[in-house]
């Protein structure tokens, strides 16, 4: 089993580094995006300057009575974006890191792209 776990990770890290690769040629903020097995986070950062301009996350008040993690998923994406707006932030680079885009991370690039940002 521990062979079949660090395969897992060997994958994921390849995947990462894969989607990172691509990203680096872009000169725009960038949404990264975490998912925990309750919860999804969101960033915007400025790479040139180190700085998280706008963050948020499904652990957040406004999303707590949502059940379904897809919707609340999609939910901070739309308000990711609206922040991003108010910071006059429309075109992102979207770092999905290593996860597949499918479920929750795909329900929230759904969001931030119905949000007004363009990537």
């Keep these: 089993m521990n062979s079949e776990l660090s395969n897992t990770n060997r ?8 989607v990172r690769k691509s990203i680096k040629r872009f000169d725009r903020p960038r949404v990264t995006v975490f998912r925990s097995l309750k919860h999804l986070y969101g960033q ?4 040139a300057n180190g700085l998280t301009v706008v963050g948020l996350g499904s652990y957040s008040k406004e999303f707590k009575n949502i059940k379904d993690r897809k919707e609340a998923a999609k939910k901070v ?25 499918h479920g929750r991370v795909a329900a929230f690039a759904e969001g931030l792209r119905e949000g007004g940002l363009s990537f």
């Design 44 to 47: 915007v950062i400025d790479d």
């Design 77 to 101: 994406g739309l308000k990711l974006a609206e922040l991003a707006a108010s910071k006059s932030i429309k075109e992102v680079v979207f770092d999905r890191g290593y996860y597949k885009y």
């Design 11 to 18: 994958k994921r890290e390849k995947r990462a580094l894969r």
